[in-house]
């Protein structure tokens, strides 16, 4: 028999998420059928999604999200032992999965992970996976961005807001981009090529956005919502689009009770901006696509992407409350 361990929701969050949210449980696991395999976990992914979710699933509930494991054990011929596979198989240090299986997310089945030409295979949880599918899919798709235009993008130092700004650059695009940190705006302008970065936590937004966009904004990637996001709507140009990727400003609030915003619709009736939400599940069919394409340029060395790294299983708590705290610079992961 194996034993293994997996973290379980021991309370819901109230607030920002805390250690004793969670508890570690350690349990056998079962021999394998036909069409599974056993799987032990390499890098596991915190992300931002997993604070408002947790309102939907009952205590006890395993910790759910995405990893890059071996496959150690198969009874499936698609899935060999020794390869690396990315799949939904939660906060597991070792599971045994059906791989059959298609998952509630919506997100593509376990693969195995593509040849990423040598570079670190935790990166399928991040540029070369969901959040880089998300920054790719999502931005291009809505925004539809032309050479020439300005894009603003918030949340622009975390894994999905660098990525959408070095696309924006990649596209011809001016890009204006907010973040929590001076280091982290220093990082947006210096290493990654934004025309202009800010700290939204010490920054007039208004009037920086006046002096860095005064011909306005064509673009906008939201990922935080709040008053920052209806400050730059306000700023938009005629015809403007809006992608609406995640609103992280108020995940840590009580869902009954969330905070109000300025008034957007002005602006969106007024200058007829488009504004959509998407779940990056839309592009499934496509997420070998993306992958390519921003494999292509990291290769071309027109993308970069940073991983904060939380080292040890015991410590999934830790690094997904120090990235919901904004410590983290790129994608959180941690590697086993
Ligand atoms: N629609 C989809 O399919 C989809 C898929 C993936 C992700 N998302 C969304 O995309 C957004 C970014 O996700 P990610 O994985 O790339 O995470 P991330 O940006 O790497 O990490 C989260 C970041 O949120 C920022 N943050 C925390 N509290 C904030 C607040 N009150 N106001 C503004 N920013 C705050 C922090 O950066 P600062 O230091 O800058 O505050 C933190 O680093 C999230 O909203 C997420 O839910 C959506």
């Given at each position: 028999m194996v034993k293994a361990r997996r973290f379980v929701l021991a309370k819901h969050f109230v607030g920002e998420p805390k250690e004793d949210d969670f508890e570690l449980v350690e349990e056998e696991l079962p021999d394998l059928k036909d069409g599974e395999i056993r799987v032990e976990a390499v890098a596991l992914s915190v992300d931002p999604y997993m604070r408002p979710y947790s309102v939907n699933h009952p205590v006890g509930t395993t910790m759910f999200g995405s990893q890059v494991a071996r496959?150690?054990?198969?009874?499936?011929?698609?899935y060999p032992v020794g390869k690396l596979v990315v799949g939904q198989f939660g906060w597991r240090e070792r599971a045994v999965v059906d791989v059959g299986k298609q998952d509630l997310t919506g997100l593509p089945k376990p693969y195995i992970v593509p040849d990423f030409k040598g570079l670190s295979k935790s990166l399928a949880l991040g540029v070369l996976g969901m959040t880089g599918n998300t920054a790719y899919f999502g931005f291009l798709e809505l925004c539809k961005p032309k050479a020439g235009e300005t894009v603003a993008v918030t949340g622009a130092a975390g894994a999905v807001g660098s990525t959408v700004g070095q696309i924006a650059k990649i596209k011809g695009c001016k890009v204006i981009g907010f973040a929590g940190s001076d280091d982290k705006v220093k990082w947006l302008t210096s290493e990654l090529g934004f025309d202009h970065a800010f700290n939204y936590k010490t920054t007039d937004i208004d009037e920086a956005l006046k002096k860095a966009a005064p011909n306005g904004i064509d673009c906008y990637f939201d990922n935080v919502g709040g008053k920052l996001s209806s400050t730059i709507i306000k700023q938009m140009n005629n015809f403007g689009r809006i992608s609406v990727c995640g609103s992280v400003a108020s995940y840590n609030e009580d869902p009954s009770n969330l905070p109000e915003a300025p008034i957007i619709q002005r602006a969106i009736v007024g200058k007829q901006l488009k504004m959509e939400g998407f779940l990056v599940k839309r592009w499934s069919n496509r997420w070998l696509e993306g992958i390519n394409q921003l494999l292509q340029w990291i290769v071309e060395g027109k993308l970069k992407y940073n991983e904060t790294v939380t080292r040890g299983f015991e410590n999934m708590p830790t690094a997904f409350i120090e990235m919901l705290q904004g410590k983290n610079v790129g994608k959180a992961v941690v590697k086993v």
């Open positions: 496959i150690v054990e198969s009874r499936s011929e698609a």
